[in-house]
């Protein structure tokens, strides 16, 4: 192994990074904070054969209980910035979408609202082609910069497959800049929009526990009826399901809670069993919205 790039760090503990609080260790982890030490990063990782997982806020990620046998990164300095740019607004991959949903309201700049409620990064959002009451992040996104283990590209939406909750992006693909195009309008008005949305989102969700958001996605499936992933999850008996330690949430079934010293093989049983209940009552078969990172082993009752 050729010697790593300065400022790595081994054998890491990622489950203080995520919010559900499970998962075990990365082999190396690092915290770049530029784009060019981003390039180094990856262009290490490759020439080592290591795999790369990117941990953003850490909101809708399980981590293998044996840990990450690869590079963990958290993008910090540079790529955690949130700028203006006349009526854009550029984020770093690693700007938290909430807080730049509060600075563009600050600025009058209108279009990222329903950034409030997703408890994620930029790059994640665009990885993920985020979505939160009625907002979908592909309709103000102007351009991204992906940085590769062979430098920097930058991409127009068009280019980056988005579909419902995906994109293109691969793991060794890493979006370093978002600029979002919004539209000019009152700061006032534009703060009250987001101070309705996090009521909102108080009301139908858990908060202030260790918890992961929107376990599965709402299903395109003609027999749901238009009825989300959680009102399915609900009608099927899982509100307040338990497995160990881990559980569907009172509040919300889509949630999965952490209520104590829960494992992610717990909560993968957990959401085995969620998923194979709505698939016995409506004959649908959920699809998990949650990312994994390292050896994740879904239990033998996952396949229907």
């Not at 910069?145 to 293109?168: H, I, K, M, W």
């Amino acid at each position: 192994m050729t010697a790593a790039p300065e400022g790595i760090e081994r054998d890491f503990p990622l489950a203080r990074l995520t919010t559900v609080r499970t998962g075990g260790r990365a082999d190396w982890f690092a915290r770049p904070g530029d784009e060019e030490q981003l390039v180094e990063l990856l262009a290490w990782a490759h020439r080592e054969g290591l795999p790369v997982g990117v941990v953003g806020s850490g909101s809708n990620l399980l981590v293998a209980d044996r840990g990450f046998r690869g590079l963990a990164l958290k993008l910090g300095g540079e790529l955690v910035a949130i700028e203006r740019d006349g009526e854009r607004l550029l984020c770093g991959g690693g700007a938290r979408l909430p807080s730049a949903a509060a600075k563009a309201a600050g600025w009058g700049l209108a279009g990222l609202e329903f950034g409030v409620n997703i408890p994620g990064t930029a790059g994640g959002a665009v990885k993920m082609n985020a979505n939160a009451y009625g907002g979908q992040l592909a309709r103000i996104l102007a351009w991204v910069d992906v940085c590769t283990f062979e430098g920097r590209d930058r991409r127009q939406p068009e280019q980056l497959g988005f579909a419902y909750r995906s994109s293109n992006l691969g793991a060794e693909e890493v979006v370093a800049r978002a600029s979002f195009l919004l539209a000019p309008g009152d700061p006032a008005a534009i703060g009250a929009t987001l101070a309705a949305m996090r009521k909102k989102r108080r009301e139908a969700q858990p908060s202030g526990i260790k918890t992961f958001g929107s376990t599965f996605k709402n299903p395109a499936d003609e027999r749901a009826g238009g009825r989300t992933a959680g009102q399915l999850l609900e009608a099927a008996g899982c509100r307040g399901l338990r497995v160990g330690g881990a559980r569907f949430a009172e509040k919300h079934a889509n949630f999965v809670e952490n209520t104590g010293e829960a494992t992610t093989a717990e909560v993968l049983e957990l959401m085995a069993e969620g998923r194979r209940r709505v698939y016995q009552r409506f004959g649908i078969e959920l699809e998990p919205e949650v990312q994994l990172l390292g050896d994740v082993r879904w239990p033998g009752g996952w396949e229907l």
